[in-house]
C-alpha cells in the first residue's frame, strides 16, 4: 500500500477516494466521476485545498468551526489530555475531571435550571438521548402515555434511525423506514416560500398555533414534547417570524408539553448569544448541543437538561449511554474552547460588532436581481434565490437548480457557501473579520452575478406557476 499523503497528485487522491470512500448526503457515483475536493489545511477561515487554492470558508466546516481553525490551545488541551487520560468511560459510577468540569461550565453558561448534562458523541446521538429521556420522563411521572413527540416538516435533528425521525426531512424518511412510530410532525415557519398572502406576523402565528391544533388532536395526554431549533440551520437557514416563539411558548407551558430546543448549530455563540434560546427568548426544559461545543476539533454532543427532569430521571436507572458519553479528550477540548469563547468576548463581539456589520452587507444582497429575501440571525444568514421577487416565486424548474449552479459559482469564486434548494447560506466562523465579511459579500455577489448570467442564458428565469 502506497502511503497516502497531500503531496499526492489530486486526481490520485479523488480516484482512490471514489474507490474506497462513501461520503455522506451525496450522490457518490457523481461525485466519483467530478473528483471530490480535496481540503488539505486551514487557518482561520480559510482553507487550502489540494490545487493550492485559499478559499473562504463561509460555512464553519459544517456549522461547527466556531473558533476558526488552527488554535493551538485546541491542541495543547487535547495533547494534555491524551498524555493524562485519554479514555476512561463514565458509567459504572465513574467519572474524571474533564466531564465533571464540562458539565459544571455548561451549566453556569446555560440559562434558567438548565443544570444536568448528559454526553453524547453528537448531535443525532444527543437527540437519540432526548427521545428516550422525555418518554422516560412521563412514564417515571406516571403518564406513560404521554410519548409522543411533535416535531416540524423540513427540521434537521440529526442521522440516526431516532433524529433522523424527529427531523422532518421527507429524503431522509424515504429511505430505511422512517420515521419511528410516535413522531408526529406539523409545517415549519418558512414564510418566504409557505406564507402566501399572508403578513410574516400572522403566517409565524398561524405556524405556532398548528402545534395547539396537533396537541388537541393528539390528546395533551399523549404528547411529551415538542422539539426544534431555535432557527432552522440546515433547512435552509429558515427565521421564524417574530410572534412565532413567545406563541409556542405558551402552548407547551399550557399543555404541559416538555420543550427540546435543538441548540446544535444555535448554540455557543452562532446567533450573538451563547444560545439561541436566549436570542429567541425561550426557556426549553432541554438543549440538544454539538459542533460548535468543541468548535468541531473533536466528536462531543450532549443534552442540558432541567432540574425538574434531571431529578425525576435520576430517581430511576435510565439504561442509556454512549461509550464515548463524556470523552475525556473531547471534553478538555471543549472546555478549552469554551474558555477562549468567554475570555476573547467572541461572543460579544459577534453580537455588537461583527453580525451587525455583516447583517447590514447581507441584507444589500436584495438588492441583486436574483435575490428575494435576505435572513439573518447573528452568524447564520440565508438568501432566497427567486426568478420574481415581486411574487416570491420559486423557479419553474426543479427545486435546487439555481442553487446549485450558484453553489458551483461560488466554489470558483474560492468562497464556501452553501444551497439548501434554492437558498443561499452562510454560517462562517465567529471570528471573521469585517476584511473577511467585505470579501465573502464580494465574491457572494459576483457568483449571484454568473448564476443570473448563466440562468438567463439557459432560460431558467421562469417562475413555476401556482396551481
Ligand atoms: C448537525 C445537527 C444535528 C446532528 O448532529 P451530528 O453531530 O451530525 O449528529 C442535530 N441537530 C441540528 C440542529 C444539527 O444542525
Sequence with gaps: ??????????????????????????????????????????????????????????????????LGYGRQELVDAATRQMQELPF????FQTSHTPAIALAARLAELAPGDLNHVFFAGSGSEANDTNLRMVRTYWAEKGQPEKQVVISRWNAYHGSSVGSGSLGGMKGMHSQGGLPIPGIHHIDQPDWWSEGGDMTPEDFGLERARQLETAIKELGADKVAAFIAEPVQGAGGVIVPPATYWPEIQRICREHDILLIADEVICGFGRTGNWFGSQTMEITPDIMTIAKGLSSGYLPIGGSIVSDRIAEVIGNAEFNHGYTYSGHPVAAAVALENLRILDEEGIVTRVREETAPYLAEKFRSLTDHPLVGEAKIVGMMGSIALTPDKASRAAFEADGGTAGYICRERCFANNLVMRHVGDRMIISPPLVISREEIDTLIERAWQSLDETHAKLQADGLMKARKVA
Design 1 to 66: 500500500m502506497t502511503q497516502i499523503s497531500n503531496h499526492m497528485p489530486t486526481a490520485e487522491l479523488q480516484a482512490l477516494d471514489a474507490a474506497h470512500h462513501m461520503h455522506p448526503f451525496t450522490h457518490n457515483a457523481d461525485l466519483g466521476a467530478k473528483g471530490a475536493r480535496i481540503i488539505t489545511r486551514a487557518d482561520g477561515v480559510w482553507l487550502t485545498d489540494s490545487d493550492g487554492n485559499r478559499i473562504l470558508d463561509g460555512m464553519a466546516g459544517l456549522w461547527c468551526v466556531n
Design 88 to 91: 476512561y468511560n463514565t458509567f
